[in-house]
């Protein structure tokens, strides 16, 4: 919603139009930039880029967890996820287990 209204003046004043003409002309003009508005919602909110804008962001986040500002891999930090997740897996394959037993 960058765009700029091409019927309103720079001042941002709108100054009516004096003919029949240029009033069916600045209509035309605004239900343009209407219609590219609503063009670049319905882009915005189609389930495959909102996908793509959640997933870019939990890489962008799971890097910044793990890398200093240079980029340089954090090894400490890899491994302590690398402990949480062997535990949780730990955790799960025993629940499984004692509910064989059961």
Known sequence: ????????PAS???EAPQTPEALEA???ARREHLT???DELVERVKPANLAADAKDAAVTKARAAVTDENG????ERVAAIAAAVV???GLLVARS??????
Do not use: C, F, Q
């Open 72 to 75: 340089t891999l954090l090894k």
């Open 12 to 14: 941002g004043t709108a």
């Open 87 to 89: 535990v949780v897996v």
């Open 26 to 28: 600045a209509i035309r």
């Open 36 to 38: 590219g508005t609503l």
């Open 97 to 102: 287990v004692r509910k064989r037993r059961r």
């Open 1 to 8: 919603m960058s765009h700029a209204d091409p019927s309103t």
